[in-house]
């Protein structure tokens, strides 16, 4: 018997190292969060798991 299928969280492409993320579909997502990638390329959304992920070539900026 095959283990049950379990959905991957998304992944999006992002140009800039800090993101938000509400977890999309309206009232049935959660609360907006703002999100920093640090030194990584990456970040994960603590309520939905969806990773935000640099794209490769991104100009990054240390200006806010």
């Known amino acids: 018997m095959a283990a049950p299928s379990i959905d991957s969280p998304e992944v ?3 140009e800039t190292k800090r993101v ?3 977890g999309g579909g309206g009232a049935l997502g959660h609360p907006l969060v703002y999100l920093e990638m640090g030194e990584k390329d990456f970040v994960e959304c ?3 798991d969806k990773r935000f992920v640099l794209k490769p070539g991104a ?6």
Request: charged residues 20%.
């Open 59 to 64: 100009v990054v900026s240390d200006h806010h």
């Open 12 to 14: 999006q492409e992002v």
């Open 20 to 22: 938000s993320c509400d």
């Open 46 to 48: 603590p309520y939905c």
